[in-house]
C-alpha cells in the first residue's frame, strides 16, 4: 500500500504541477551530505524467523507493530492467486508472544483481500486496515479490524463501502486516538477515531483545490503515513504541490489544526511514503528515489540513500538509529541503518529455497533491541509464488527469542 500511494503522488506531480520559491517558511536543511556513502556493515543478528505454516499458492506480509517483547502483531494474506487476483487472498494476521509466532484467530471474513497496516499502542489497542480485492479501486471496499486484548472485531467505516477511489495509506495509534490517512483522487482523507465514532478533518489550507499550481493544475496533497506522539502532536508525510512549491511535504497536527511543513526540498518530484521515530523532537522521514530526512528541533537534515528506489518503511531502533528497507539489490533485500559518515547496508537473509525477496515494513519493540522485519520471498515457481516471512533482530543472547 506505501509503494502504490508513493506512485501515485509522483504521478500527480509529474502530471504538470512545477512551482517557484516555498511559502510557508520551511527550516532549511542543515550541512549535512546530500547523499552519503554506502558500505556494506558486519550482519548482524537479522534472522528468519519461524511460523506457523501460510496457505499457498502465494501469501504476504504487509506491516508489523509491536508494543513491548511480549506483543507484537504481523498482517498480509494468504491463498492469493495471481491467476484470480480479483477473488482470491485471505487476510492473515499472526501474533507473537515473545517467543514465538501464532496465528491470530479473526472474526468471520467472508471477503477476499489483504490487510496493509497494522498499528498499536498497548497489547489492547491494536489496530488493522486493509481491503477487498476489486478489479477496480471503486469496487474496493475499506475493512478495519480492532484488537481489544481479548478478540478481534471489524469497525464500520464510512469510506470503506466501495463507490470511489479511497486508498488508506497510513495507520497510527497514540495518545488514547487513532488516525487513518490516505487520498481519495485528489481529495485527502484525514479520519480520527475518538473512541466512540470517526471524525473528519480538512487538510491544511494549501492542500485544497480551488487554487492553481503551476501548469493550470489544481492545488493537492497526498498523505501516504502517519506517526502520533500524543493528542496534540501528530505528524503526516507525502507531498504536494501549488503556485511557488512542488516536492515532499510534511504534516503537524497540534490539536488543533493541521499546518504544512516544508523540509528544505523543493521543485523535485518526490514523497515521503513512511515515518519513524522516538519522539516529535527526532523524526525520520523516506520516500521514494532514496529521500531520507532527519528533524530535528525545527531543523532538517537530507540525507539521501543514493542506491535506494522507494524506501517503502523506516523505524529507528533502541539508539536512535534509523532502519531502511531497500528492495532495489536484486534478487535480496537489504537493510540499511545510518552510521556516522553514512548509509550501512546489511542483505537480508533469506529461505534456502528461495530466488529473491522483497520486505515491505518494520518495526522496532520500545525499550528493547528487538525488531521486525517483515514481506515475501520468491519461491521458485513457474509462474512465481511468493511465501510470506518475518526477520528478528536481536542483537544481544538475553534479547532472542527462541521458537
Not at 537479522?46 to 498482517?75: F, I, K, M, N, Q
Not at 487513532?178 to 479520519?191: A, R, Y
Not at 493541521?258 to 526540498?265: A, C, D, E, K, L
Request: hydrophobic share 40%; charged share 15%.
Amino acid at each position: 500500500m506505501r509503494k502504490i500511494a508513493v506512485m501515485t503522488a509522483v504521478v500527480l506531480l509529474v502530471s504538470g504541477c512545477t512551482g517557484g520559491p516555498a511559502g510557508t517558511g520551511p527550516s532549511a536543511p542543515s550541512d549535512g551530505p546530500s547523499e552519503a556513502v554506502v558500505t556494506s556493515a558486519p550482519a548482524p543478528n537479522w534472522r528468519l524467523a519461524t511460523l506457523p505454516e501460510l496457505a499457498g499458492p502465494t501469501s504476504v506480509l504487509w506491516d508489523v507493530v509491536s508494543v513491548d517483547a511480549r506483543h507484537a502483531w504481523a498482517v498480509g494474506s494468504e491463498a492469493y492467486s495471481p491467476a484470480q487476483p480479483d477473488d482470491t487472498g485471505t487476510p492473515v494476521i499472526l501474533q507473537w508472544d515473545g517467543r514465538s509466532w501464532a496465528r491470530a484467530p479473526l472474526p468471520a471474513i467472508s471477503w477476499h483481500g489483504r490487510l496493509d497496516l497494522v498499528a498499536a499502542d498497548s497489547p489492547s489497542n491494536v489496530w488493522a486496515v486493509g481491503s477487498t480485492a476489486a478489479a477496480t479501486p471503486e469496487e474496493q471496499v475499506t475493512h478495519v479490524l480492532h484488537y481489544d486484548g481479548s478478540a478481534w472485531r471489524e469497525v464500520p467505516f464510512a469510506r470503506g463501502d466501495g463507490g470511489g477511489h479511497a486508498l488508506i495509506t497510513g495507520l497510527t495509534v497514540g495518545g488514547g486516538q487513532t488516525w487513518l490517512v490516505g487520498n481519495d483522487l485528489s481529495d485527502v482523507i484525514i479520519e480520527q477515531w475518538d473512541g466512540r465514532s470517526w471524525r473528519s478533518h480538512q487538510p491544511p489550507a494549501e492542500c485544497r483545490t480551488g487554487g492553481t499550481s503551476f501548469g493550470g493544475m489544481p492545488n493537492f496533497c497526498t498523505f501516504t503515513a502517519i506517526k502520533a506522539f500524543g493528542p496534540d502532536d501528530v505528524w503526516a508525510a507525502g507531498n504536494g504541490a501549488w503556485q511557488g512549491f512542488k516536492g515532499p511535504l510534511l504534516f503537524h497536527w497540534n490539536g488543533s489544526a493541521w499546518r504544512t511543513v516544508q523540509v528544505g526540498v523543493n521543485e523535485e518530484e518526490s514523497s515521503f511514503g513512511a515515518l519513524a521515530g522516538h519522539s516529535s523532537g527526532d523524526l525520520w522521514a523516506v520516500g521514494d528515489g532514496g529521500l531520507a530526512v532527519r528533524a530535528s528541533g525545527g531543523s532538517f537534515e537530507l540525507l539521501r540513500y543514493a542506491q535506494g528506489g522507494a524506501l517503502p518503511d523506516v523505524v529507528t531502533d533502541l539508539a536512535g538509529r534509523p532502519w531502511l528497507i531497500d528492495n532495489s539489490a536484486t534478487p535480496s533485500a537489504s537493510l540499511v541503518t545510518y552510521r556516522t559518515g553514512g548509509w550501512a547496508r546489511v542483505p537480508a537473509p533469506q529461505p534456502p529455497d528461495a530466488v529473491g525477496m522483497s520486505l515491505h515494513g518494520l518495526d522496532s519493540v520500545p525499550g528493547s533491541p528487538l525488531m521486525f522485519a517483515v514481506g515475501a520471498a520468491d519461491l521458485p515457481t513457474n509462474p512465481r509464488y511468493l511465501k510470506g516471512v518475518v526477520l528478528e533482530y536481536a542483537p544481544a543472547p538475553s534479547t532472542e527469542s527462541r521458537h
